[in-house]
């Protein structure tokens, strides 16, 4: 599955006083939508550089649901 920009990567907290993570992809390292991805964060001014693990995934606007990695 590639991700496209725009597209929103959720991460779920995986251990006790961890919180949920949103934020939207910018920009792609590879052009198949392969990981990593460049997101923006809710709440920071900054993007980074995410390698998705089992613990995140894909929300695509258009479709208003989550797929899974």
């Known amino acids: 599955m590639g991700v496209h920009v725009g597209d929103w990567i ?3 907290p995986v251990h006790l006083g961890a919180h949920r993570r ?3 992809v910018v920009r792609l390292a590879h052009p198949d939508g392969s990981p990593p991805y460049y997101v923006r964060w809710e ?3 900054k993007e ?3 390698f998705p693990g089992s613990e995140a995934h894909l929300e695509n606007p258009q479709e208003h649901g989550a797929l899974h990695y």
């Open 43 to 45: 709440g920071e001014d």
């Open 10 to 12: 959720v991460v779920e």
């Open 48 to 50: 980074t550089l995410f």
């Open 22 to 24: 949103r934020g939207e």
